[in-house]
C-alpha cells in the first residue's frame, strides 16, 4: 500500500505544483512560503492581511481569558458570563495595542509589552503569508491594520491618550512587521529594492541614519537585558519572600508567572532609563535610580521585589551612564561606513540626525511601559520622560560624535597631514639652527 504524503491547502494547484513536507526545513519552508492571491488584486491582499493580523491578535488575547474565567468560574463553582468576559478579553488587547481602559471602574493604562511583542510576531506571520509583495499592498495592510485597532479602541478605551498611543503604536507595528516580513520572503525582492532606491536617492550622510539609531537603540536593550537579569538574580530572597505570601494553587501560580512574563520588557525599558541616570517611578513622588531610590507602598507582585532597593555606589552611576556613551559609539561606527568624501558639517549633521532618531524611538518605547494600574497614587509606574529623553540625547550623541570622527578616514587624514607638516616645520627649524653664523 503506498503511503501518502501531506499536502497543505496552500499548493499550487494552478500550476500543477504542490508543496510535500518531509522533513523539518521543508515544514519551515512551507510556514514562510507565502500563499497570497498570486494574480489577485494587491490591495485586497492588504485588506485581508491586515483584517487576519487582527483576529490573530484578538484570539491569542481573548481565548486564553475566556478559558482562564471557564476554569476559575468552574472551580469555585460559579456562573460563567461570556459577555463580560468577553469585553475583558477585549479590553486586554487594547491595553497591549497601547490603549487605556477601565476595569472594575478603575483605570489601567500600563501596556503589557510582553503581549504586545507576540501581536508583533503575529503581524508578521499575518504579512507573510497573506501579502502581495508590493508597496501599495504593504501600505493597505498598514492602513487597515491601524484603523481596525484604533476603532475598537475608540469603542472601548477611556481616552484620548489612550487612542493616540494606539494610533502611534499600530503604526509602528505595522511597518515593522511588513518590513520583517518582506525580508524573508524570495519574492519580496523587488519591493525591497524599490526601498534602497528610494535609500540611495538620499544624500549620502543621511543614508544610514536609519540603521544607526536601530544599533544605537538595539545597544541599549542589550546592556538594559543585562541589568534586569542582574536586578533578578540578587533580588532572588526578596521575591521569594513576597511569593510566600501569596495562597497559590496550581492553577494560580501559572496565572501569576504569566502575569510576570508579560510585564518582563516593561523592566527591561525601565532599566534602560535607569542606566541613563533618570531612574523611574513606582507611585508618585517614588524614585528608583543609580542615584537614589525612594520607595514608597508596592503591590504584592513578586517581580518587583527584585527592583533596588538603594542607591548604587558614588562613581557607579558614571559607569552606566558610559554604558549609554558606547551604545552611541557603536552607532557612530555603524554610520561611518557612509561612501565618498564628507564635508566637515556631515560629522556633526549625520551622528546627530541619528542620535535624535534614537531618542525618539526610546521615547516612544518610554511612553508605552509608563501608566497606571488601578486607582491611586501609589500605583502609577514607568519612565519619566522629559528626563529620561534628555539624558538619552545627551550621552548618545556624544558617542556618535567619538564613534563617527574616530571610525571615518578623513580625521586619520588630516591628524596625519597635520603630524607631517609639523615634523616638516621641526626638521627646517633645527637646520637652521645648525647653520654656522655669519
Not at 3 to 14: E, T, W
Not at 205 to 213: F, I, K, S, Y
Not at 382 to 395: C, K, M, P, T, Y
Not at 412 to 418: L, N, P, Q, S, V
Amino acid at each position: 500500500m503506498e503511503s501518502s504524503k501531506y499536502q497543505p491547502a496552500g499548493a499550487d494547484k494552478r500550476r500543477g505544483e504542490k508543496r510535500v513536507i518531509l522533513d523539518r526545513s521543508s515544514v519551515r519552508e512551507a510556514l514562510t512560503t507565502p500563499d497570497s492571491i498570486d494574480g489577485g488584486n494587491p490591495l485586497f491582499s492588504g485588506l485581508l492581511a491586515g483584517f487576519q493580523a487582527v483576529v490573530f491578535g484578538l484570539l491569542l488575547v481573548v481565548v486564553p481569558v475566556l478559558t482562564t474565567a471557564v476554569i476559575s468560574t468552574t472551580l469555585v463553582d460559579q456562573d460563567f458570563h461570556f459577555g463580560s468576559t468577553l469585553i475583558v478579553g477585549l479590553k486586554l488587547w487594547i491595553l497591549s495595542s497601547g490603549g487605556d481602559i477601565a476595569l472594575d471602574g478603575q483605570l489601567v493604562s500600563l501596556v503589557p509589552l510582553g503581549i504586545t511583542v507576540l501581536l508583533y510576531l503575529l503581524a508578521v506571520v499575518s504579512v507573510r503569508r497573506t501579502l502581495q509583495a508590493t508597496l501599495s499592498a504593504a501600505g493597505v495592510y498598514v492602513a487597515t491594520f491601524t484603523a481596525l485597532v484604533s476603532l475598537v479602541t475608540a469603542v472601548l478605551g477611556e481616552s484620548v491618550h489612550g487612542v493616540l498611543r494606539v494610533l502611534v503604536t499600530s503604526i509602528a507595528v505595522g511597518l515593522l512587521s511588513a518590513y520583517a516580513a518582506f525580508r524573508k520572503r524570495p519574492d519580496a525582492s523587488g519591493v525591497l529594492a524599490q526601498l534602497r532606491f528610494a535609500v540611495a536617492a538620499l544624500p549620502g550622510w543621511l543614508r544610514p541614519v536609519l540603521g544607526g539609531a536601530a544599533v544605537m537603540v538595539a545597544a541599549v536593550f542589550v546592556f538594559a537585558s543585562f541589568v534586569a537579569l542582574t536586578w533578578l538574580m540578587l533580588g532572588r530572597e526578596s521575591m521569594g519572600s513576597i511569593l510566600a505570601q501569596w495562597s497559590l494553587d496550581g492553577f494560580s501560580g501559572v496565572a501569576l508567572g504569566i502575569t510576570q512574563l508579560v510585564v518582563l520588557p516593561n523592566l527591561v525599558v525601565w532599566a534602560a532609563s535607569w542606566l541613563t541616570g533618570a531612574g523611574f517611578q513606582i507611585g508618585v513622588d517614588t524614585v528608583v535610580s543609580p542615584h537614589e531610590v525612594v520607595l514608597g507602598p508596592l503591590p504584592n507582585l513578586p517581580l518587583l521585589g527584585a527592583l533596588p532597593q538603594s542607591a548604587a555606589p558614588q562613581s557607579f552611576p558614571l559607569l552606566f551612564a558610559a554604558l549609554i556613551v558606547v551604545c552611541g559609539v557603536l552607532g557612530g561606527v555603524y554610520l561611518a561606513r557612509v561612501d565618498g568624501e564628507l564635508r566637515w558639517w556631515a560629522f556633526l549633521i549625520t551622528p546627530g540626525v541619528a542620535s535624535v532618531a534614537a531618542v525618539f524611538g526610546l521615547g516612544l518605547l518610554f511612553w508605552l511601559a509608563s501608566g497606571q494600574i488601578g486607582g491611586g497614587p501609589n500605583l502609577v509606574f514607568g519612565v519619566v520622560g522629559v528626563r529620561a529623553v534628555l539624558l538619552s540625547a545627551a550621552w548618545l550623541v556624544t558617542g556618535a560624535l567619538v564613534g563617527f570622527v574616530l571610525a571615518r578616514p578623513e580625521p586619520r587624514r588630516f591628524a596625519r597631514e597635520k603630524l607631517r607638516s609639523g615634523e616638516s616645520e621641526y626638521a627646517v627649524a633645527s637646520q637652521s639652527d645648525d647653520e654656522p653664523g655669519p
